[in-house]
């Protein structure tokens, strides 16, 4: 079985691979102060969940994007299953060739949502993430990596305008605004996030496109991709496990 790991600013996610088959996946908070013990009993506390041992975990595959937290899972892996990962980096990245001025600079997510994409549908793609950051990652019909573009994500942008404007009230996004002309700060809020993001989107991949001069699959993830698939005009498609189906595939190549 293989463990697959996306280390991301907000979360870290693991998930349990049988072969190609997601058997499980399940989230904490990435906190660089945690000790490999506090990940230890989180992690070891859903594998006997699903009746698996450490000792089927036969490979363990990680895309990180918070460095500081590297030396600490490394520990983590050696004592709980004695492995050392498979670390999925832009430099030694062999998925797809890097169309970029500095490849080291690409997120090793970015990087495996890009080649988990064009391994399933084949054909030029954007990706869109919609995380803590919304990254726009383009794929040629070759299936190059060609670069993409980053903005605040949702959330982000939503923290923000609660730090600078306090007395806005906390929103939830669970659903979609029935109207645009909100009637109350609530309906305010939720349409200019909701809306304006899908606006946000739908600008971006048009004008993505134009460069291009072709019409690329619009796929996107992320926690808030379902509730922008349902506004977005352009969004063709989610794709939930994304990013650990990229590192799964990776790790199948190592």
């Not at 500095?102 to 970015?110: F, K, L």
């Not at 803590?132 to 923290?159: H, K, Q």
């Amino acid at each position: 079985m293989l463990l697959a790991v996306d280390v991301g600013n907000t979360n870290i996610v693991f998930g349990v691979f049988d072969g190609p088959d997601l058997l499980r996946e399940w989230r904490t908070r990435t906190n660089i102060h945690a000790t490999p013990d506090e990940l230890g009993m989180f992690v070891t506390y859903f594998l006997s969940e699903m009746t698996v041992s450490s000792k089927q975990i036969a490979k363990i595959a990680v895309s990180s994007v918070v460095p500081p937290l590297e030396p600490l899972l490394s520990r983590f892996f050696r004592n709980y299953f004695n492995l050392e990962a498979l670390w999925i980096r832009p430099e030694t990245f062999k998925g797809m060739p890097i169309q970029y001025t500095i490849p080291s600079q690409v997120g090793a997510d970015r990087l495996v949502n890009a080649f988990a994409g064009f391994d399933k549908y084949r054909t030029g793609l954007i990706v869109i993430d919609l995380g803590t950051a919304t990254t726009f990652d383009v794929v040629s019909d070759a299936g190059e990596y060609l670069g993409g573009a980053i903005c605040p994500g949702i959330r982000t942008a939503m923290e923000s305008l609660y730090v600078n404007a306090p007395r806005l009230p906390r929103i939830q996004l669970e659903d979609v605004p029935e109207k645009v002309i909100g009637t109350d700060s609530v309906g305010n809020l939720k349409s200019g996030i909701l809306f304006g993001y899908a606006g946000l989107v739908d600008g971006m991949v048009h004008r993505i496109k134009t460069e291009m001069r072709a019409d690329p699959k619009v796929i996107a993830t992320g926690g808030l991709s379902r509730i922008m698939e349902k506004i977005s005009q352009t969004i063709e498609g989610i794709e939930p496990d994304l990013t650990l189906q990229g590192i799964r595939l990776m790790a199948e190549r190592d």
